[in-house]
């Protein structure tokens, strides 16, 4: 067998800034149209990086690929700060990206960003025609663009220091762990690896280069159970460098309690009436709690205004981030920092906009006092704290890297539970439902279950761990479990907390989260407490029995691995070593 060399691409431009900015100043004298509102800002965004990807299921390789990804991105803005083309619903608003040769020169960069500037320039032109044809700014309009001084920085880039293919050989035995069990419709494992640097530069003066760094694992597992229920769960790795990841054998026995989770949870008693009454959140179901139902309540950018086209009103979703509003119960704490975690990859020192972050505390004493904010102006806010987040030629927003949440205290597990099956006995039950994990919803989907809204009736998908307890510490699992409805005022009737737990989560750049792949999105972590809520319901979720497969699974194969078992050399890529 031919072994792996992984070669190193034609060099590219020593700094491909200063090509951008020699581009941008043409770009700046010269490109007008007659009757046509000026270019007053102009923004680049490149991303030069070295990427793998591969997917495992059940011990064979499906396909991996390791290869360069240059791609550049332009946000053009015509008018002035006051009023301009962006922040309104709709398409060619000035914002464009494109992909590079994996060998660009500087002349084809060059070249990339004449073309994309031009097209994107035009677009903006005829947006901001639309947005004044139908928006009339009222007195209080806070504007379209925060003016900045210009930030020079260079924070480094990312590399590769592990073998691609001794990453595909790991993501092919921990897929094979997921044998074992013909109940198991889906087992699989996912690794996407990228490392190099983000340039930013702007025509305020801005030049900033910051590291791109990350490894992220996810293994995946669904089975259905007899009356059709489907049953999906997931395990999450990421970090910015491969040698920060857990053994082999310690990820193995990882994913070998997911597979006996998901199929003993597959196995276990549907939910069949009806559940009112207090409900505790541990671990990651306490995590996923606060994700769903306090960020966007902290992550303040403005929605774009909605635009009036041929198919209907476009956007406009409301932000619903408020300052002023009480999210929690007194006493609770929420900080958001991107840099308390130097060594995960949602860690940054300059956001996507260049400006530099720090920590900012959103909550104090169960009210909101601070949103996370970028460049796009809200009312009666400062100016950005430097959480603009978003992927190239898209409009950046303040989202969540880090969160803390720090709760007035922290009972033990044992006081917890005692103060919730005290409640239940005032709703007339002898038990008490503990949440242990919530689905992930890019997860059920890729195992066929249903898209997950959160602008709908319940902003927190179905839980796939639900346990009854009793008061003598007696356990039932149970499954085919929903929240009836479980909105963000929910969390203002947070009883008591307990144990702080940590952990990461890849978050959409946009949109849905039930669209992201098993690792796309924006890589974040954060710290919660497992916390006691007074009243949930909780409601049987439906189950086709059509689903469930008429003949029982093939027999498995010996896990294989078809392709090139080692690679003798790692040649670094352009800008590796920059």
């Known amino acids: 067998m031919i072994p792996l060399i992984w070669l190193a691409a034609a060099p590219a431009a020593e700094d ?37 990807q591969a997917h495992a299921s059940l011990g064979t390789v499906v396909q991996y690929a390791i290869e360069p990804s240059v791609s550049l991105g332009v946000e053009v803005r015509v008018g002035n700060a006051t009023f301009d083309n962006m922040n309104f619903s709709g398409w060619q608003n000035g914002l464009a990206r494109t992909g590079l040769p994996d060998t660009y020169t500087p002349s084809s960069l060059q070249t990339a960003a004449w073309r994309l500037t031009d097209r994107a320039y035009k677009e903006a032109v005829e947006q901001y025609a639309r947005k004044q044809a139908q928006f009339s700014p009222p007195p209080d309009y806070p504007g379209d663009f925060l003016v900045s001084e210009p930030v020079v920085a260079d924070d480094g880039p990312g590399a590769f220091t592990t073998n691609p293919m001794t990453l595909i050989d790991l993501v092919s035995a921990l897929s094979g762990s997921l044998r074992g069990d013909p109940t198991l419709l889906i087992g699989e494992v996912h690794l996407g ?53 857990p053994s082999q054998d310690a990820l193995e026995r990882q994913v070998k309690a997911l597979r006996d989770r998901t199929v003993a949870l597959a196995k276990a008693s549907p939910l069949t009436d009806e559940y009112v009454g207090p409900v505790v959140f541990e671990d990651q179901a306490a995590r996923a709690l606060f994700r769903h139902v306090l960020i966007p309540q902290v992550e303040g950018t403005p929605s774009e205004i909605p635009f009036d086209s041929f198919f209907g009103e476009l956007g406009g979703i409301a932000s619903k981030a408020r300052m002023g509003r009480r999210v929690l119960p007194p006493g609770f704490t929420v900080i958001a920092d991107p840099t308390s ?8 020192q300059h956001d996507a906009e260049g400006t530099r972050t720090g920590p900012v505390t959103l909550v104090r004493d169960g009210i909101v006092r601070d949103v996370l904010r970028s460049r796009v102006p809200a009312k009666d806010q400062a100016p950005s704290n430097g959480h603009a987040r978003g992927s190239v030629g898209s409009r950046l927003e303040g989202r969540v890297a880090g969160l ?102 890849l978050a959409p750049f946009a949109g849905s989260v039930s669209g992201l792949g098993p690792t796309e999105g924006l890589a974040s972590w954060i710290a919660a407490p497992d916390v006691l809520i007074g009243e949930v319901e909780l409601v049987p979720q439906s189950a086709d029995p059509r689903d469930v497969p008429l003949l029982p699974p093939p027999p498995a194969d010996e896990p294989s691995f078809h392709g090139p078992q080692e690679a003798t050399q790692i040649t670094p890529r352009r800008g590796a070593s920059r």
Do not use: C
């Open 16 to 52: 491909p800034s200063d090509v951008l900015q020699a581009e941008m100043t043409r770009s700046l004298e010269g490109l007008a149209l007659p009757n046509a509102p000026e270019l007053y800002y102009l923004r680049y965004r490149l991303y030069d990086i070295d990427t793998v």
């Open 193 to 245: 690896h990228e490392a190099g640097a983000a340039w930013l530069i702007d025509s305020e003066g801005s030049r900033v280069r910051t590291p791109v760094a990350e490894v992220t694992l996810r293994a995946i597992a669904a089975a259905r159970a007899s009356d059709g229920g489907l049953v999906t769960d997931q395990l999450l790795v990421t970090v910015r460098d491969a040698s920060a990841l």
């Open 341 to 348: 975690r130097p060594d995960h990859p949602g860690s940054f």
């Open 404 to 505: 803390r949440v720090e709760p007035p205290r922290n009972r033990s597990r044992k006081s917890l539970l005692r103060k919730a099956l005290k409640i239940a006995r005032s709703y007339g039950h002898d038990h008490v439902m503990v949440v242990r994990r919530i689905q992930v919803p890019g997860v059920m989907r890729r195992a066929g279950g249903p898209w997950f809204d959160s602008e709908g009736a319940s902003s927190l998908p179905p839980p796939v761990g639900v346990f009854r307890v009793h008061a003598d510490g007696r356990e039932e699992p149970l499954r085919g479990v929903a929240f009836a409805s479980l909105q963000r005022w929910a969390l203002r009737d947070i009883v008591d907390s307990g144990a702080v737990s940590e952990g990461s989560f």
